[in-house]
Structures are given as structure tokens and as C-alpha cells.
């Protein structure tokens, strides 16, 4: 059965998982045939599969010096849903990108779909990618 403190838990051990830069590591928290859905227009499209998920983070992690953090966290264990708002450091290029995840939970508590929304469309000269206005620092984020 799930609870609020599992879901909570296995997005916070997954997001380490995404950090290690395993491709293995990552594909554990989901379902063979996960799947991760993006905003139209990036530069991921529709990542399906557990491997080719685990992949395209290792590849992030390699080439972009990617690191993410969990900010906040909701969760409803009756419906399997979760909603985070996270951060990602492109620490290669120094960019930040903020944004939010849902994600729907099987009831054997993998991971079968994860649907990203960001802040803001990714623009070239902008490094820091955030919703307009809000004082991050004051609300205690994370911050290069």
C-alpha cells in the first residue's frame, strides 16, 4: 500500500539516483515501460522506457554536469499521484532551470509515468530559467 512518506522517498532516492549519473541506478524506480513526457518543443520529446530514461539522465549528468533537487512535494497515496517542484543545475554551462513534475505511482509503488512542466521556455542568453517575480532566495531554494 502506499503512503505519502513512500512516494515522498522514492522521488527524493530517485532524484539521487539522476544525480549518480547510473543509468541502472535510475531505471529501478519505474515500470519497463515508463514513461516521461516534457513540455513540447524540448529538447527531449517523450522519453519511453526505463532504460531509455536511466540513459538520457546518465547522458545529462556526462555532458551538462546536470544536478536536480527536490524543493516541495505533495502527494495523495489513494490516487498514486505525486507533484513536485524541482531545480537543475546545468553546472557545465551554468544554467538554472526550475520547474514541476507529476508523476503516477503503480500500486506496487514504481514509477509509470512522470509528466515535466517548466517555469519558462529555455531561451539562448537567459541563465536562469524561473517563474518571473518570485523571490526564490527569500523562500529558501536552492541556488548556485
Known sequence: ????????????DYFIACNSGSAETVMVYFTPQGTHYFPEGSPFGTLKGARVIGDCWAKCVR????FWTVD???GDPETGKAVIEWTHFKKK???ILRGDEWYQFTPDGKI???RAYYACP?????KEH???G?????????SA
Request: net charge neutral; no cysteine; proline share 2%.
Open 1 to 12: 500500500m502506499l503512503t505519502k512518506e513512500f512516494m515522498e522517498k522514492t522521488i527524493r
Open 63 to 66: 555532458e551538462l554536469g546536470s
Open 72 to 74: 516541495n512535494f505533495v
Open 93 to 95: 554551462s551554468g544554467l
Open 112 to 114: 509509470s509515468e512522470i
Open 122 to 126: 529555455t531561451h539562448e542568453g537567459v
Open 130 to 132: 524561473r517563474i518571473g
Open 134 to 142: 518570485l523571490d526564490y532566495r527569500g523562500r529558501g531554494y536552492p
